[in-house]
């Protein structure tokens, strides 16, 4: 068997570890293997590089490895949950800059004048996605890191500046096509670059999220693009995995929001930003109670549903809200968990998150699931989520939320409101759940409050 037949079959391995890593993280009992699966097939696909014809300085592409395994383990090992999102968009900028300077640096080494026509369109296909990439990944992370505001950056003729510098960029190309030359390659890089920014700056907090798996469709295509630049089929394999499943992921996550995709990248919606109070300008008044008498409310129900989201997820309360459910479920209290598909910040979010306090994925009952089984709930305790339970998705045909499907948490007997403020969530809208006369809100940390409840319970 001749070593180039030995390099194919193992490339054929690689990519079908890449699909079975897919497969399995599609369900949180076999995610663990498929993420094992992932980092074989990924493993096999460097150590196959190694073998390319004609690679040389092995020494720096060993240092390079190691300067990048001594950064990715201990960032994806001890970043906290709520920071996930931001990790992946830093991740998802460093595989679209990659993929660019794959195919600029590829361009650099050719005679650009005997290169054909598609061999150019396949250069700055990945050049410009992967800079739109990188550079709008860049502006996703600073804004879920806090760098900069959540808020829409809006400026007057925004939309016109756009479209100048898409229909720069476009021009560019086709000017490459017809004159190719690496100056006008760089300006068009530079462009792209220039435009990623533009088109992530109007885009508010509450649809980063949305925005970060767009990017991260884009940058599987860039990655699938330089695939046929360098003649790698598993390059090209595993940048269309990664394209389609964002894509995919982006579709999921625009209708849970009730929203399309252009509407989520032109509407500068979702100004809110963590971190900022809002107090309730309405002047209404709204019910609230102490520990003691929830404790008592949840202890002698019959069904209690346990609502997570974000503000669960800062206070690192999964564990805590699990013993309260053990707590309960040992008084005769049937619980589950429900769950929204954009709960927290990126799908899967609380999944994940209540996984780490070996919840039993059996009581995670996803939305559709869920809606049906809250008219026979007694009590639904919200902690720390707010536009996925806002009736005003249903009710207000004026709000931004309008048509986003929820949680139906109104139909409970009860509601119990974990909230540390009267601040709204991401979208800066006002729940008038929290309003409701069936609702009651008790003030405080998720994590501390949790625990006091547990206290209680066991006292009452």
Sequence with gaps: MSIDTVIRIVDLLAAICFILALKGLSNPKTAQQGNILGALGMAVAIGLNFKTPGLHRFGLIILAMVIGTAIGVPVARYVKMTAVPQMVAAFNGVGGGAAALVAISDFLQAKPKELAVYQIVEVLFGVIVGSVSFSGSVIAFAKLQEIMSGRPITYP?????????????????????????????????????VFGVALVL???????????????????????????????????????????????????????????????????????????????????????????????????????????????????????????ADLLEERGVEVFYAIHPVAGRMPGHMNVLLAEANVPYEKLHEMEQANTEFATTDVALVIGANDVVNPAAKTSPGSPIFGMPILNVDEAKNVIFMKRSMRPGFTGI????????????????????LTLLINAVKSS
Aim: glycine share 10%; with cysteine.
């Design 157 to 193: 003729g925004q939309k016109i500046i756009n479209a100048a510098l898409f229909a720069s960029i476009v021009a560019g190309t086709i000017w490459l096509c017809t004159d190719p030359s690496w100056q006008l390659l760089l300006a068009v890089a530079l462009l792209s670059n």
């Design 430 to 449: 006002e729940n008038e759940l929290m309003y409701s006369p069936g609702t009651t809100l008790l003030f405080g940390d998720a994590k501390d409050s």
């Design 202 to 324: 109007p885009i508010g907090g509450a649809d980063v999220p949305v925005l970060i798996s767009l990017l991260n469709s884009f940058t599987g295509l860039a990655v699938a693009a330089s695939g046929f630049v360098l003649h790698s089929v598993l390059l090209v394999v595993a940048g269309t995995l990664v394209g389609a499943s964002g894509t995919l992921l982006t579709r999921m996550m625009s209708q849970a929001m009730g929203r399309s995709i252009v509407n989520i990248l032109f509407s500068a919606f979702g100004s809110a930003v963590i971190g900022e109070d809002s107090a309730d300008v309405t002047g209404r008044s709204v019910v609230s109670a102490g520990v003691e008498d929830v404790a008592i409310l949840l202890a002698y129900s019959r069904k209690v549903a346990i609502v997570p989201g974000y503000g669960l997820a800062v206070a690192q309360a999964q564990h805590v809200v699990r013993e309260l």
